[in-house]
């Protein structure tokens, strides 16, 4: 169900929003990978346990981004509540047709669009961007820039390097992503080798942030005079 109104932050655990590579360097058909294998992703076992394994629900917004001024949102903020509205989010970025085909890649663009999205959305305990792209920044001002001017202080990005040219583009990519795009505690960078490979990065790194965190827990202790 979208949401009507910012929630507390009692009532929610993680708002993600996951922004989807538009450029015209992604052609028809890799597009359509794209929009299925989140959709897809998002439906997996592994994905779905971790989505419904902490007390409190998931937000979830989802935007297509290419240019300086081309963002659609394909599912605005919703709450994950159940799995009848997980399968609804999945159907609405599977059956979502494309925007834009001609733009470049604006990544500080797309950062600052999805500070907006986060500015707006829930007051969950914790909020993370989860950015992917075949490209680095080439137009619009740097991601770097998009952390100066925009609320990123409290905000994970992590991010999906699509490799679409071999061994050493899918390392520039990644490294690209690594020092240039993630940001936050725990930040990290999933790759994908092609859009062939977009559902299983993306299945993967989808698991890894709607982990529930675990915060403030002491190691137990052990050794002798303590038990276990």
């Known amino acids: 169900m979208p949401l009507a109104r910012p929630l507390s932050a009692a009532e929610c655990r993680l708002a993600l929003v996951l922004a989807m590579d538009v450029s015209s360097s992604v052609d028809a058909a890799e597009d359509a990978l794209q929009r299925g294998g989140l959709a897809s992703a998002l439906l997996a076992p592994e994905v779905e346990a971790a989505l419904f394994a902490g007390d409190l629900p998931v937000a ?3 935007f297509e981004w290419s240019g300086r001024y081309n963002h659609e949102i394909l599912v605005d903020w919703t709450l994950i509540d159940s799995p009848e509205t997980l399968q609804g989010v ?7 047709t494309r925007s834009h085909d001609e733009f470049p890649t604006a990544i500080g663009y797309a ?8 500015d707006r959305g829930p007051a969950c305990l914790h909020q993370t961007v989860d950015l992917a792209g075949d490209g ?10 998009a952390y100066a001017n925009f609320a990123f202080a409290d905000v994970v990005v992590n991010g999906l390097a699509i490799d679409v040219a071999g061994t050493e583009a899918e390392i520039s990519l990644a490294n690209y992503y690594r020092n240039e795009v993630i940001r936050g505690p725990g930040a990290f960078v999933e790759v994908a080798r092609g859009f062939e490979d977009y559902e299983r990065a993306m299945r993967r790194k989808l698991e ?7 915060i403030g827990r002491a190691p137990e202790p052990s050794g002798p005079g303590h038990p276990g």
Do not use: H, Q, T
């Open 60 to 62: 979830l917004a989802a």
């Open 90 to 96: 999945a159907r609405s970025i599977g059956s979502s």
């Open 111 to 118: 950062l600052g669009f999805a500070a907006g999205l986060l």
């Open 136 to 145: 680095e920044n080439n137009e619009g001002f740097a991601p770097s820039r």
């Open 208 to 214: 890894r942030e709607l982990r529930p965190r675990v």
